[in-house]
């Protein structure tokens, strides 16, 4: 391949992998390319687990042999069976050498960056003649100057062997690789953060938005039951003021606890901190009676902390009598309306929308009236 057409093949790496949204597609798209740019027929890419001692199979691209997945949950390795990512990788650069890709047959001993290893049968030499192909070349992947993984392309039998040179290219394009990789760490940290609520780890806001407003298409296409309960953590200010916020703050993370331990009795139910002292939790698919009692139980276990004073909950389901519900907005206030109620009535149980007539009416306040908390908070308690 000349000097164009392998910097064409660089160039077309690093947009595809630019182009992808997540990091599936950043794998696969990384092992297609370099799977073109090797003339190879198929292309992996793994990264070593070092907690787990296990090289894990990310993504299996191109022509896959029967049983490989594109996207294996469990196709992982004992590293030892691969012991060039820890031992042969690591003193070739203790030694001051770069990380070299090598290439190995299918009907020979395996070479590697110093040439062949004497004794030495790699676990991917079986491995070859058990899919049908007939070589591989294998380059490390090195982030953030460790060993993160490793690059693999394969040719079937009877097509020509990795040449040397094809081994130094598959040495640059899994450069290019690491590369991308990082910018994807990168992006989907910031992804992350821009979801979640730094302080307890639950989602944010944001994130509640976002999954309202798809729970909602699908209650309107479907009828899939969407219900929330949102919560007003009582006490929040009393700690604060009297113990410090750092106290304040270990309330509002052991509530956090709580609250997602409660939610994981309602299969996919997002749980988040909505800002300060209040928390919510949005469910689809579980009926409005599973989602209170969960609720139910979240009063219960949130008034035995020894911090705070128990919790405000209000709930609105699709699944209970609330009127038409045509946007996240109005499920937001039916909800806010029934947790405003229970914190006028210091109740230690849900107030659920539908349940309590007096929650459609606050709810559908005028709107100056319905952004007036202190209103519903001060109000007397139901007779």
């Known amino acids: 391949m000349g000097e164009d057409l392998r910097l064409r093949a660089v160039v077309a790496l690093a947009q595809a992998m630019a182009a992808a949204h997540t990091a599936r597609e950043c794998w696969r798209a990384a092992a297609l390319a370099a799977c073109e740019a090797l003339g190879g027929t198929f292309a992996a890419l793994s990264t070593w687990q070092r907690d787990l001692g296990r090289l894990k199979v990310l993504v299996n691209a191109g022509q896959r042999a029967p049983g490989e997945e594109e996207f294996p949950d469990s196709e992982t390795y004992p590293v030892y069976q691969f012991s060039e990512i820890t031992e042969f990788l690591h003193e070739r650069w203790a030694g001051g050498g770069g990380p070299h890709a090598w290439v190995e047959t299918a009907d020979g001993e395996p070479s590697g960056p110093g040439g062949p290893r004497r004794g030495y049968c790699h676990e991917r030499v079986a491995a070859l003649r058990r899919r049908g192909r007939g070589c591989c070349v294998v380059a490390p992947i090195v982030l953030h100057g460790r060993a993160w993984g490793e690059l693999y392309v394969a040719r079937p039998v009877g097509a020509p062997v990795f040449g040397r040179e094809e081994a130094d290219f598959a040495t640059v394009l899994a450069a290019v690789v690491a590369a991308g990789i990082a910018q994807t760490e990168r992006l989907e940290e910031v992804r992350k953060l821009a979801f979640t609520d730094p302080l307890t780890g639950l989602a944010n806001r944001r994130a509640v938005d976002a999954r309202l407003e798809e729970a909602l298409d699908r209650f309107l296409r479907d009828g899939a039951v969407v219900s929330l309960v949102v919560c007003d953590l009582n006490g929040l200010k009393r700690v604060n003021d009297t113990q410090g916020h750092a106290v ?17 009795r309602l299969p996919g139910a997002l749980a988040a901190r909505l800002g300060g002292d209040e928390f919510c939790l949005v469910s689809v698919g579980p009926g409005a009676d599973e989602v209170v009692a969960v ?46 109620r229970a914190k006028a009535a210091r109740s230690a149980e849900p107030v659920v929308a539908g349940r309590d007539g007096a929650v459609l009416r606050l709810a559908d306040a005028p709107p100056a009236a319905a952004r007036d908390r202190r209103r519903f908070r001060d109000a007397a308690p139901p007779s």
């Open 295 to 340: 609720a139910e139980e979240l009063c219960v276990r949130a008034g035995g902390l020894d911090l705070g004073e128990g919790v405000a909950c209000g709930v609105a389901s699709t699944g209970d009598p609330i009127g038409p519900v045509r946007s996240a907005r109005r499920l937001f206030r039916l909800a806010d309306a029934a947790q405003y």
């Open 248 to 264: 304040g703050d270990r309330l509002l993370e052991r509530f956090g606890s709580l609250l997602s331990y409660c939610g994981a």
